[in-house]
T-cell receptor
Framework: DAGITQSPRHKVTETGTPVTLRCHQT?????MYWYRQDPGHGLRLIHY???????DKGEVSDGYSVSRSKTEDFLLTLESATSSQTSVYFC?????????????FGEGSRLTVL | AQSVAQPEDQVNVAEGNPLTVKCTYS??????LFWYVQYPNRGLQFLLK??????LVKGSYGFEAEFNKSQTSFHLKKPSALVSDSALYFC????FGGGGADGLTFGKGTHLIIQP
């Protein structure tokens, strides 16, 4: 158990509304990630963080922003949700500071944008 | 850019038979390779990884994977399949020198179905 909690686990919202997903970890890991999972695409990296207030874009960052004001929390925000952002979102942490470290994932947040 | 291909959307195996889930990769330099499993409505669980050394890597739940540099492959294997192995399997790669922060690049996943 990597001590990762995602909230909310399920959310239904309407097009154009803002949405924030929260990832909380209990083990002070430096590196945190947000992925989205879609059928036929596997997992794709949205944004990642390598420390407090240090974030960078991943493969599919358009329409998303992130913030990390504390080590334990990594927030993903959809400023104006669209139907194409209906997906399952996973937060992950890296097990150690080396590039060989595997990722450990939360249980996911299922977002439906109507 | 690095990439991962899982050529089979679905693999069907009879219980007790050996199973193989295929993965090929493309990356600059030496790769770090990973396998994950996902059960319905759950997050991904780490199975095993190849960093360096022996080409046969052993992992959780009796799974192993064989690294083949010349074929740029990292196939997941198990000698005797169980019905409980039925799940979605992902192969992933991180390229050497990608920096400590870089995330993994995942394949599209392979559904493994073990028939009783």
């Amino acid at each position: 158990d990597a001590g990762i909690t995602q909230s909310p686990r399920h959310k239904v919202t309407e097009t154009g509304t803002p949405v924030t997903l929260r990832c909380h970890q209990t083990e002070n890991h430096r590196y945190m990630y947000w992925y989205r999972q879609d059928p036929g695409h596997g997992l794709r990296l949205i944004h990642y963080s390598y420390g407090v207030k240090d974030t960078d874009k991943g493969e599919v960052s358009d329409g998303y922003s992130v913030s990390r004001s504390k080590t334990e929390d990594f927030l993903l925000t959809l400023e104006s949700a669209t139907s194409s952002q209906t997906s399952v979102y996973f937060c992950a942490i890296k097990s150690d500071g080396r590039s060989t470290g595997e990722l450990f994932f939360g249980e996911g947040s299922r977002l439906t944008v109507l | 850019a690095q990439s991962v291909a899982q050529p089979e959307d679905q693999v069907n195996v009879a219980e007790g038979n050996p199973l193989t889930v295929k993965c090929t990769y493309s990356v600059s330099g030496n790769p770090y390779l990973f396998w994950y499993v996902q059960y319905p409505n759950r997050g991904l669980q780490f199975l095993l990884k190849y960093i360096t050394g022996d080409n046969l890597v052993k992992g959780s739940y009796g799974f192993e994977a064989e690294f083949n540099k010349s074929q740029t492959s990292f196939h997941l294997k198990k000698p005797s399949a169980l019905v409980s192995d039925s799940a979605l399997y992902f192969c992933a790669v991180r390229g050497f020198g990608g920096g400590g922060a870089d995330g993994l690049t995942f394949g599209k996943g392979t559904h493994l179905i073990i028939q009783p």
